[in-house]
C-alpha cells in the first residue's frame, strides 16, 4: 500500500488498479479512494523520494515560487490550481524540509538558509564546574581522502573521557563541485547524505552537534535550495539515529550559565581564504578601519569618539537596494591592527583583511568569457564579503560605492546671508529633499564642472563646499572617485584645487584592485541594525560592512573550516581551530597546505558569575594515512 497523500485530494486511502509495463519495468498501480488520481509504483514497493514531488502541479508550482513572493491567491491564479490545494501543497513542501519563506502574507522559495541559531546547554550534563565537550570538523565523508579509520578512533576516545556533547564544525560532507568529481567515491546528495548517516561514527551516550558550511555540503543548499543542515537530520531520524543534532547554518552560539551571570561559545564555520599560517586566521576576525575614518549621521560626519550608542546612522538595505536610515547598536575599538589599501584607478580604502564590504556576486549560467559567445552575467546577489575572499574569484564582484537615499526633511531657505554660510553645508545637504539635492548638484556642476574624456568633473578647493558636493552626489546614488589634486601658484601662494570625478557606476570592480600597502594602527568599526553602515575616509565615501565583534563578544570560538588545529587567543577570545579528517586533497597540494588531521576535547571551568575562566584544549593528533599502513602496531586483529 502506498504511504502518502494523493496529489490532488490530500486523501492517503488507496485501492489497487491493476499493473502496468513501462519501458521494461513491471509496476503497480493505485487508485485514490476520493478522486479517483491513477498514480504508479515501482513492483520493490519504493515510496516516494523525500525530496523529489514529481507531479506536475507542484513542480508547476516550485518553479513560480522560484521566482519571488506570491500571496496564496496569486499562485492561484497563475497556476490554476485551487488556494486550498495550493496551501497543501506549500505544506508538503515544508514538511520535505524545502526552505519556505513567509512575509506580508506572501510565501517564497528562497535559497539563503537563516544563518545560525542559539541552543542552551544543560548543566546537568557536567555535574558541577568542570564542563568537558569533544570537537571535530570538516570530516569530509564521500571523499576518497576522508579518515574514518580516525575519526572512529577519537570517538572511542571521547567515549573512553566519557565526553557526552561533541560539536562538528561543518564541512560532514564533501559535497560536489567541478574540481573534485573525481575525488569522490558517491555522488548526489542523498546518497551522499546516506553514507554519513549510515558511517559516522555512534557511540552510546554522545551526542554530535553539527553546524553546516556554505561550502561543499552548503553547495547542495545553493543548487538544490534545501537546508543540507535539517535535511541530515530527518534523514538520521528516520534511520533510527537520535545522536545526531544539527544546530545552525555556518554558526551556533552556545551560552552557559553560572548562578549570577552567563558567557558563550561560538562554533563556527569560517570563510575568507586558507590558513597559511595557524594563528593568522583567527586574528583576521577583527574587522575594522582606522580610526580617521567617519560615519554618517543625521547630524553630518562622525568620528569614533563622538558617537552615541542609540542614534541614527545611513546604511544600505540589501533588499531594497537602497539606503535607509537604522540604529547604532555597538562601537567596536582594537588597538596596533594590520590595516591593508586596497587601490584601483578610482578607490582606495583601508580596512583590516577580514572587513567585509557590500558586493554584487554576478556569475554566468551558460558559457565563460573564454568562450566565442560567452553568456552574459545573468544571476546577481547582494553579499557581504571581504576583498581577499573574492579578488581572484571566477565569479564578478563590485563593491557598492553608492546608492539613492531617503529625502530629508526639506530644506527651507531664508537668506542669502545664510546660504553663504559655509559651516552649515552638511547640515543643510542632509536636510534636503531628492529634487533639492539634484538641483543642487547640477548648480554645482554649472558653476564648476568640466568634462574630461566624457566624464563630469567637479573642480574645487578641499573646503566644506567640496564635502557638501561629495554627500549630495552619493545620496542620489551616485559614487564620486578619488580627488586628483592639482597646485598653483596665486600672488605667491600655493592654491591647491581638487578634481573630483563624477563615475558613470556605483560599482566598484574587486577584480581591479591591487594589495598596495600594509601598517599598523588603531582601528574601529560599528555594529548596525542593517549590518552595514556609510564611511568616509579620506576622499572616498563608501558603504562599508559591520564588524564581526558586534557588542559582546564570544569567550570561546571554535573554528572549522581551515582544516588547521591551533589555539590562540586573540581579543580575549580563546580561539580553536579544529582540524579536519580528510588528507591532502589536489587542491590543497596545489596550493602547498598541509592538512592537520585531528580533533579535541575542550576542558572548562564556569565560575559563578558565568565567565569561563580556566580553559584547557586538548588535541589528539594523527599523520597521513602512509603513516599507519603496514606498521601492525596501530591496528587491531
Known amino acids: 500500500m502506498l504511504d502518502y497523500k494523493c496529489p490532488s485530494c490530500g486523501n492517503n486511502n488507496w485501492n489497487p488498479y491493476g499493473h502496468k509495463t513501462y519501458k521494461g519495468q513491471y509496476r503497480k498501480r493505485w487508485q485514490c479512494s ?66 519556505i519563506n513567509y512575509s506580508d502574507n506572501k510565501v517564497e522559495l528562497v535559497k539563503e538558509l537563516k544563518p545560525g541559531n542559539t541552543q542552551k546547554l544543560n548543566i546537568d550534563y557536567w555535574k558541577g564546574d568542570l564542563i568537558k565537550i569533544g570537537f571535530v570538523s570538516d570530516t569530509h565523508l564521500c571523499s576518497k581522502y576522508e579518515r574514518l579509520d580516525e575519526l572512529n578512533l577519537i570517538y572511542d576516545v571521547f567515549a573512553d573521557e566519557r565526553i557526552q556533547i561533541v560539536y562538528h564544525g561543518g564541512n560532514f560532507i564533501e559535497g560536489e563541485c567541478r574540481f573534485n568529481k573525481f575525488e569522490i567515491h558517491t555522488i548526489g546528495m542523498t546518497p551522499q547524505v546516506d553514507y554519513f548517516v549510515k558511517n559516522y561514527p555512534k557511540r552510546e551516550g554522545i551526542l554530535t552537534k553539527f553546524i553546516a558550511g556554505d561550502d561543499h555540503e552548503g553547495w547542495y543548499s545553493q543548487r538544490e535550495r534545501i537546508d543540507i543542515g535539517k535535511y541530515t537530520q530527518m534523514q538520521a531520524e528516520e534511520s533510527g539515529r537520535k545522536d545526531l543534532e544539527y544546530i545552525g547554518y555556518l554558526e551556533c552560539d552556545i551560552p552557559f550559565e553560572g548562578i549570577k551571570g552567563e558567557s558563550w561559545m561560538r562554533v563556527m564555520h569560517g570563510g575568507g581564504g586558507t590558513a597559511y599560517a595557524l594563528s593568522y586566521t583567527p586574528q583576521k576576525i577583527v574587522e575594522c578601519v582606522p580610526l580617521n575614518s567617519e560615519i554618517l549621521t543625521k547630524e553630518g560626519w562622525k ?20 539606503c535607509e536610515w537604522g540604529i547604532l547598536l555597538h562601537l567596536n575599538k582594537y588597538d596596533n591592527q594590520e590595516v591593508v589599501t586596497y587601490k584601483n584607478d578610482n578607490f582606495i580604502v583601508k580596512c583590516t583583511r577580514n572587513h567585509k564590504w557590500v558586493m554584487l556576486e554576478e556569475s554566468r549560467a551558460g558559457a565563460n568569457s573564454n568562450c566565442i559567445n560567452p553568456t552574459p552575467y545573468n544571476k546577481r546577489e547582494i553579499v557581504l564579503k571581504t576583498i581577499d575572499e573574492v579578488i581572484n574569484n571566477w565569479r564578478r564582484y563590485r563593491i557598492i560605492q553608492s546608492a539613492p537615499s531617503p529625502s530629508g526633511e526639506n530644506y527651507k531657505y531664508y537668506s542669502l546671508e545664510e546660504s553663504v ?7 543643510n545637504v542632509l536636510k534636503m529633499s531628492s529634487d533639492q539635492r539634484k538641483s543642487f548638484i547640477y548648480g554645482m556642476m554649472i558653476g564648476e564642472g568640466t568634462l574630461s574624456d566624457n566624464t563630469p568633473v567637479f573642480s574645487q578647493r578641499p573646503n566644506e563646499v567640496l564635502e557638501s558636493f561629495r554627500l549630495a552626489c552619493f545620496l542620489e546614488g551616485i559614487a564620486t572617485g578619488m580627488s586628483r589634486k592639482t597646485t598653483k601658484k596665486l600672488n605667491g601662494e600655493d592654491k591647491v584645487c581638487c578634481r573630483t570625478s563624477l563615475l558613470k557606476k556605483p560599482l566598484r570592480m574587486v577584480s581591479s584592485m591591487e594589495e598596495t600597502d600594509t601598517e599598523k594602527t588603531d582601528v574601529w568599526c560599528p555594529t548596525t541594525t542593517l549590518g552595514n553602515w556609510v564611511m568616509r575616509q579620506g576622499n572616498v565615501i563608501t558603504i562599508t560592512g559591520n564588524s564581526y565583534e558586534g557588542g559582546e ?47 579535541g576535547i575542550l576542558h572548562m571551568r564556569l565560575a559563578k558569575d558565568g565567565t569561563i575562566n580556566r580553559i584547557m584544549p586538548e588535541f589528539i593528533t594523527f599523520f597521513n594515512k602512509k603513516f599507519y599502513v603496514g606498521n601492525d602496531k596501530y591496528w587491531i586483529k
Not at 564 to 582: L, S, W
Open 303 to 322: 568620528s569614533y569618539y563622538d558617537l552615541t550608542i542609540g542614534e541614527d546612522v545611513l546604511g544600505f538595505n540589501k533588499d531594497t537596494a537602497e
Open 34 to 99: 476520493e478522486c479517483g488520481k491513477i498514480v504508479k509504483e515501482d513492483k520493490d514497493d519504493i515510496r516516494e523520494d523525500n525530496i523529489s514531488i514529481t507531479n506536475k502541479t507542484s513542480d508547476k508550482l516550485i518553479k513560480l515560487l522560484t521566482k519571488g513572493s506570491f500571496t496564496i491567491e496569486e499562485l492561484s491564479n497563475q497556476t490554476g490550481i485551487i488556494p486550498k490545494e495550493v496551501r497543501r501543497i506549500i505544506e508538503d513542501l515544508e514538511d520535505k524540509k524545502y526552505n
Open 421 to 427: 554660510d559655509r559651516d552649515n553645508c552638511i547640515d
Open 553 to 599: 563578544k564570544p569567550r570561546i570560538l571554535l573554528l572549522g573550516h581551515y582544516h588547521k588545529i591551533d589555539y590562540c587567543y586573540p581579543r580575549e577570545v580563546h580561539v580553536i581551530q579544529m582540524g579536519c579528517f580528510k588528507d591532502q586533497c589536489t587542491w590543497m597540494r596545489k596550493k602547498k597546505i598541509q592538512a592537520h588531521i585531528g580533533g
